[in-house]
């Protein structure tokens, strides 16, 4: 097992980096924030079309049904991406947890052509709760309980309302009828799997956020004075730099050890994927803390970009089970 990702691997996750960062600016993000009167749909919906038209949201599906057939060691350096720039659409739920979940059902409702084009987004709640991530925009939600329950596909649009949060780009919505729905026809085990790449792919994305996090205050702490001095040369603000970033570095490559375990069909996958699930939230959450100390009082205002990815992490953290229910797993899985 190599926890360095091979020259098609970065390839492909350079050319996601150059898209993102170039579309999916802060400017856009704070477009797509639901509570907010500039919401420009339009300037969101461009970015998912050039996503589509690289391929990246068949990535998971498979070769037969038109996508590119990648394992899951191919996609999380695309989902640690996305993350990086807070980006504001269901891209986890759309193409790694749905498009895979869909061939596993054999496409019953012919959807995964439609997904792969980018006219399809899917939300996704596979914990039994009624708040949906992306719901009030997506098309489609698919709806479960943890670790391998019956799945239920329901069409989006009136089926949810509004519901404000602290991360307005996630377009939360709250189901009206949670028992709604139609039996997606999956077996145990490709449930299972769909929880499975939920929490490892944000995992993936916490991390991607962490190192936004860490970038932003890194160059503010070089670009700030105090004293005279960059404010980055006092030995207590690197302390919690160096802290952030050894957090960080001990997550990514549990979330690739993770993405390999499902890609092996390994019996520690489970466990895997709560240790990276778990480290991942734990590392963007002291991002994002450091991230407000070394600002100080402009990173409190929402003028300053950074709270748009602080905002997510908190969000992300709490998604696809936090870290203490993560870590309570893997004691589980070790007997503890």
Known sequence: MRFALSDEQTALRDAVRELLSRECTPALVRAAWVQTPEADPGRVEAVWAKLAEMGVLGAAAPAAAGGLGLAACDVIPLLEEAGRVALPLPLLETAFVAAPLLAAAGDPYGMLERLIAGELLVACALDGSALVPYATGA??????????????????????????????????????????????DVDQSAASAAWQRGALGCAAQLVGLGRALLELSTQYV???????????????????LADTLIGLEFAAPAVLRAAWSLDAGAASAGRDVAM?????????QRAAAVALQCHGAIAYTTEYDLHLFAKRVWASARSWGDADWQRARVGAALGL
Request: aromatic share 2%.
């Open 139 to 184: 098309h489609v939600l698919l709806l479960g309980e943890r670790d391998g329950g019956p799945i239920r596909l329901l069409a989006g649009g009136e089926s949810v309302e509004p519901v404000r949060s602290i991360d307005g780009a996630r377009a939360l919505g709250r189901l009206l009828d949670p028992a709604a729905g139609r039996l997606l």
């Open 276 to 284: 990276a699930k778990a480290l991942a939230s734990e590392a963007a």
């Open 222 to 240: 070089k670009e700030r004075h105090q004293f005279g001095v960059a404010i980055g040369s006092f030995q207590a603000i690197k302390h919690h």
